[in-house]
């Protein structure tokens, strides 16, 4: 494979190669994993490289996701940015199959020549889904996307993950029936940079701002990030359907990344994260020797033998580590 | 070293031989780790092997730890049953010392025959302190001993680790001053199986009385645990300098345990727990191979090329793995 070529042809904004860049950084298999870290090295080597702004955005299902993202990214389209959408879908991992990134859930989008939309692949683990998910995400900031939106589930561990490998966090939420939060976890809280409530128009409208006022409070017992101007996190109201506030938020948003980059902290943030993928793609990279067959077989009649107290799982480790060592 | 003839003193309640063992286990020294080990197997594989209550104790640095734990004690070696203390200190992970199990803390308890107090020991890594601390409890349960706690100090990760190594969480609090709950983490809470509202003494006594309802309502928003009877998990208060509401825990905690006992839930969360415990030693074996000296120096460099934009993580994962492989 002509990397060089390859980097070129994404570099320019080519999509059909990107999509087939995202496929081979989704492979398993050795060869395309070998071409796929040249290729990502050749487009981060490149000293014209262009920097999107990364944007995670979480909420559970029901809260209007897609089309949130759909008039979100019609909006951006219209301010002359280019838009793309991936989706991360850890679930995936147990179904087999994608739940999110349907481009049929987004098809004003999907038809526009300036966005791109990824359906979340299948995988068979969280640490597989997290490293090419990170790496789509830099494949479409070297095609040239200003604004990289990454999707996911509600489901914590995700939340974190998407967190660490975007710029900035977008928490979207439906408005409550009574006056109690929605069961969001404290963690998700404490990542989000902006909490979105949805569904502000009609009969909700009023819920929802009610929704927002309580999730602003809540925001503000949780210590303030000191890297972050006055007032941040926030909560306010927006209406995917209506097309509302969809604005101020996207002003917000350049507020605090502008704050960021000023502050030098944009950049050691993203430092700070390649740091932490390093880290954890040699650790998933030692914890892959369990995945084999014979391995996880091994492990299987080994820890049957520690449950029935056949033997002490200390033991049971140092025979299954023995194993893996030969 | 004659292992047969040392698992025997051990099951006879020599505390000598018990305490030999004990340093054996947190030694770090490849020789001494296959004697451990051998020791182990030994003592568990013995038909005869007596079983204790395991019981694991949190609590912030303020709330009388130690004082509770020498009244309890006491109490427990009136009614005839022999208590062992260890401490598991992941603080002293990085202060190199021990911060808890100091024997003078516990004065009255450390001189009684049928008691065993075992300091923290100073250690390398949380990974290793479980090891350690599991197999101490081991040990001090093949030694005879009918109850063996171990206490931990409140910071989040090492409870859950206790948790994984006894029967029954308490968890130990000190009277707050407002309405408030004392930023005790929900997975604190959600772990704990008995909630003691300590200082229940003098002054402190209606403010605890007002705790302890507090934290009994926020039990109960907690999910049951469907092992349980009707009520647990609990919150109560107790003083362990007036030497009140000790009794009443103990029975608690008995009534708790035989149910368990009787529904086959006791055993099945040791075998599940044993389970656990083999799959995170073979986990932390293969981790292991990040801890040498040119690993650690190879992740420090790899790292910060990373974090200067030189390579990109992916790259930097596979020539790690490939070092650790060679």
Redesign the interface.
């Known amino acids: 494979m002509d990397i060089a070529a390859f980097a070129e042809k994404i570099a320019q904004g080519d999509r059909r190669s990107l999509s087939r860049a995202i496929t081979l950084v989704e492979s398993g298999r050795a060869d395309h994993r070998t071409d796929?870290?040249a290729l990502?090295?050749a487009l981060?080597q490149r000293p014209d490289r262009p920097e999107a702004l990364r944007v995670g955005l979480s909420g559970t299902p029901g809260v209007g996701k897609s089309t949130f993202i759909e008039s979100f990214g019609m909006m951006l389209l219209d301010k002359g940015l280019r838009v793309a959408v991936l989706a991360v879908d850890p679930s995936s991992v147990r179904s087999g199959g994608s739940i999110l990134g349907d481009k049929t859930r987004m098809d004003r989008l999907s038809r526009e020549p300036m966005a791109y939309i990824r359906p979340s692949p299948s995988q068979t683990q969280l640490g597989g889904v997290a490293?090419r998910s990170?790496?789509a995400v830099?494949l479409c900031e070297a095609a040239g996307f200003d604004v990289v939106i990454v999707e996911t589930v509600g489901v914590g561990q995700s939340e974190t993950m998407v967190a660490e490998m975007t710029d900035l966090f977008l928490l979207l939420l439906a408005p409550a029936g009574g006056d109690e939060l929605q069961g969001v976890k404290?963690g998700i809280m404490e990542i989000a940079d902006l909490i979105l409530v949805n569904k502000a128009d009609g009969e909700l409208k009023s819920p929802a701002t009610r929704t927002c006022a309580d999730y602003a409070g809540a925001l503000r017992l949780l210590r303030k990030r000191v890297q972050d101007p006055e007032g941040f996190p926030k909560a306010m109201t927006v209406s995917a359907v209506e097309e509302t506030g969809l604005g101020t938020a996207w002003d917000e948003m350049t507020t605090l990344i502008d704050w960021r980059r000023e502050a030098g902290h944009f950049a050691a943030r993203r430092?700070?994260q390649?740091?932490y993928?390093?880290?954890e793609?040699?650790?998933n990279?030692?914890?892959a020797?369990?995945d084999g067959e014979a391995a996880r077989a091994q492990?299987k009649t080994?820890?049957a033998a520690?449950?029935?107290?056949e033997?002490?799982?200390?033991?049971?480790?140092?025979e299954?580590?023995a194993t893996?060592r030969k």
Request: glycine share 10%; proline share 0%.
């Open positions: 796929a870290v990502l090295e981060t490293r990170r790496d830099a404290r430092a700070e390649a740091r993928w390093f880290r793609d040699v650790r990279g030692l914890l020797q369990l492990m080994l820890g520690v449950a029935g107290g033997m002490t799982a200390t033991l049971a480790a140092e299954m580590l893996l």
